[in-house]
């Protein structure tokens, strides 16, 4: 079959040059090209040859080999649900082999483009293997232009891209009116260049800024050739839910089904918080007693096998500076007054994950409504320490399934909410409904904070986590 494709891709560079459409002096390049599959010939007939990217599974053909093979081991328990989904994203996987969205390369002239396949957008339940078989797909695609990603961290980097072209703009000369610049476009051309499959972890909205700029970033990415693939909590109707001005979002929903097809993965099983094996006690209660003693002799313990002295450290973030008050090495000792009581966010969070590989984190309270911008954090937090496997040490007020307390506000929580709603032009009928006023959204995402935060005690994730090898 293939040496049937290779001489029709031959007879086609013959027709090419006789027709001097191509030069001899050109054919060494496009046929280096071909024979890495990133051309599609005019009869659309790929030629596909073995890619020479490694993935870290190559002794496998593909991701439901590989599936299937955890499961003879006795590593994972067979889930029809996860072998399912597994099964379509084997397929997908087969069939994205020598596919490119590169369209500026010499041969693109000549050549007809492959159209993309669709993606996948996965949901379900927290702990339900989404993002393992995301993952597992991941590692068997065979190209180089592939990114894997926290959504979260994801639009961080647009908001960075976007600022950095803002501020490459000329300045405004005085008295004369700025033309309109839209940089959602470069930003997509950008990223499209740098990636044809996006893989994202935790696809949520919660931010207005991410909401309003989804659509034209995404048709973008999509026209570009981006494949996508995404694993999120909710179904896409779901997304962004009584979000601030979601009329305005609702529309990139359209294009996400337009473009991915829904998949859902919930069988109705929390695999992280299954009985594993515990690395040791991990969470201790501030009720427990000299609990404080505890913690300093466990970081004392940790602390003598660093090649540093215990010390305050400054870490560069954005061109600003996030002092942490107690570390050593790769081992830091927070409060959580100090992570997530301070105006500081996901971008801090991520520097501190690849910093260190151990955090403590002391006196978390109860997270009522009243604290609902500390619980924002806190989740962020968790969700980067987790994204890059760092360990956790915790001592709160109460068991994690009962930290996070549904409560009414009071006179004065409500005097604030109104003075906003009033600010924002949002009659107090509709605010009520809101996300952002009731905490349904921290709720939400609190059960896959908990979920994970289970996990992250269990012995298998914090060996895992262990950098002193790498």
């Known amino acids: 079959m293939a040496a049937g494709k290779a001489s029709l891709v031959a007879l086609e560079l013959q027709f090419c040059v006789k027709n001097k459409l191509l030069s ?56 029809l649900q996860q072998k399912t989904v597994m099964e379509i994203l084997d397929q997908m996987q087969k069939n994205l082999r020598g596919y490119s969205n590169d369209r500026s390369s010499f041969f693109s002239k000549f050549f007809s483009q492959r159209k993309p396949p669709k993606g996948y957008y996965i949901y379900g339940d927290v702990g ?87 659509k ?67 969470f201790y209660l501030s009720s427990e007693p000299d609990v404080n003693a505890t913690l300093d002799k466990l970081f004392d313990e940790m602390a003598f096998k660093q090649n540093d002295i215990t010390r305050p450290r400054s870490l560069k973030v954005h061109g600003r500076i996030l002092t942490l008050y107690k570390a050593c090495g790769t081992i830091a000792d927070c409060t959580f007054e100090e992570l997530c ?32 911008t500390q619980a924002r954090r806190f989740i962020t937090l968790i969700d980067a320490l987790y994204e890059h496997k760092v360990r956790v040490v915790l001592q709160a007020d109460a068991p994690l399934e009962e930290l996070f307390v549904q409560e009414h506000h009071d006179d004065h929580d409500h005097h604030d909410t109104h003075v906003l709603l009033d600010d924002l032009g949002i009659s107090r009928d509709a605010g009520s409904s809101l996300a952002i006023f009731t905490g349904e959204e921290e709720v939400f995402a609190f059960q896959r904070t908990v979920s994970r935060l289970t996990e992250m005690q269990t012995e298998e994730y914090w060996v895992a986590g262990d950098r002193s090898s790498k």
């Open 24 to 79: 001899k002096s050109d054919l060494p390049s496009v046929i280096s090209c071909i024979r890495r599959g990133l051309a599609t010939s005019v009869l659309s007939q790929t030629v596909e040859e073995p890619s020479a990217t490694t993935s870290p599974n190559s002794s496998f053909g593909g991701p439901l080999e590989h599936y299937n093979s955890l499961i003879r081991d006795g590593l994972l328990r067979e889930d």
């Open 128 to 214: 339900t293997g989404k993002t393992m078989v995301m993952d597992m797909f991941y590692n068997h695609v065979e190209t180089e232009k592939k990114k894997r990603v926290h959504f979260h961290g994801f639009m961080l980097d647009v908001h960075k891209r976007i600022h950095r072209l803002k501020q490459s703009l000329p300045k405004r000369k005085v008295g004369k009116m700025a033309k309109a610049y839209d940089p959602i476009a470069p930003v997509a051309e950008e990223i499209s260049e740098e990636a044809c499959i996006l893989c994202f972890d935790e696809f949520q909205v919660t931010d207005i800024a991410d909401a309003m700029i989804l």
């Open 216 to 282: 034209q970033l995404f048709e973008n990415l999509f026209l570009n050739g981006v494949v996508v693939v995404a694993t999120s909590n909710r179904p896409p109707d779901d997304l962004y839910k009584n979000g601030l001005q979601r009329v305005n979002f609702v529309p990139f929903i359209s294009v996400l089904k337009e473009y991915c097809q829904t998949l859902r993965l919930d069988s109705g099983i929390d695999y992280r918080r299954r009985n594993r094996p515990a690395a040791g006690k991990l």
């Open 341 to 372: 009581d301070r105006p500081i966010g996901a971008s801090d969070y991520l520097e501190m994950s690849a910093v260190f590989d151990t955090v403590f984190i002391r006196n978390i309270p109860m997270l009522t409504l009243n604290k609902k």
